[in-house]
């Protein structure tokens, strides 16, 4: 079956550490996404990439990192620097753009302790 | 920047009744529009993605419809039912390539 997937579901993390959320694809698409969501709210967009060994900031891009050294993977790392990185994480990805139909994984949901 | 706003912010109908959702952008200059339904602790779905240069699209009891130059754009629910209700959010794209996303709109359809 084509789809995204997105590890771990649930995700605890203590203040201070770094932590790296997973998102595989099979779709064979280009353009892959980070977006957080806070309760009651829409989508923000954290980082996104077009293209294998590339990727933009979004709006939100403070204290996250990516990288894309595949085309079927985005990790996202979560690190010290965001002060308030509780949140649910999710991850899309499209043919080559947003001028494209997005399609999304599960997400994560991400807890600090 | 592009602002997204979808109102009512929750709907509560009676199971059988045709509903509209509507979502409002502030620059219309996009490029599509893509609504999405969101259920409790879950990712995605995608419903409708609506292109600038199309005034609707239809998937079976859904349609979407598309003002760019008013920058509204509703989303129909015909003959509505219990397993509709969900959160149903609404995704402008530009042509710099993002993607900005309203608050959304949850639905609780009563048997």
């Known amino acids: 079956d084509g789809g995204i997937t997105q590890s771990p579901k649930y995700l605890f993390r203590k203040e201070g550490q770094n932590v790296t959320l997973s998102c595989e694809q099979n779709l064979n698409h280009d353009a892959m996404y980070w977006y957080r969501q806070d309760p009651g709210q829409g989508l923000r967009l954290i980082y996104y990439?077009?293209?294998?060994?590339?990727?933009q900031k979004g709006d939100i891009a403070e204290g996250y990192s990516v990288s894309r050294e595949k085309k079927e993977s985005f990790p996202l790392t979560v690190t010290s620097a965001q002060k308030n990185p509780t949140a649910f994480y999710l991850c899309?990805?499209?043919?080559?753009?947003?001028?494209?139909?997005?399609?999304f994984g599960p997400g994560t949901r991400l807890t600090v302790l | 920047k592009q602002e997204v706003t979808q109102i009512p912010a929750a709907l509560s109908v009676p199971e059988g009744e045709n509903l509209v959702l509507n979502c409002s952008f502030t620059?219309?200059?996009?490029?599509?529009l893509q609504w999405f339904r969101q259920d409790p602790g879950k990712g995605l779905t995608s419903l409708l993605l609506i292109q600038s240069s199309q005034r609707e699209q239809t998937s079976g009891r859904l349609n979407a419809s598309l003002d760019k130059s008013s920058g509204r754009s509703t989303l129909y629910i015909a003959a509505s039912q219990p397993g509709d209700s969900a959160t149903y959010l609404c995704a402008v794209n530009t042509n710099a390539g993002k993607s900005t996303f309203g608050d959304g709109t949850t639905l609780t359809v009563k048997p």
């Open positions: 899309a990805s499209s043919i080559n753009s947003p001028y494209n139909e997005q399609f």
């Open positions: 620059d219309s200059a996009i490029y599509n």
């Open positions: 990439s077009q293209i294998v060994n590339d990727f």
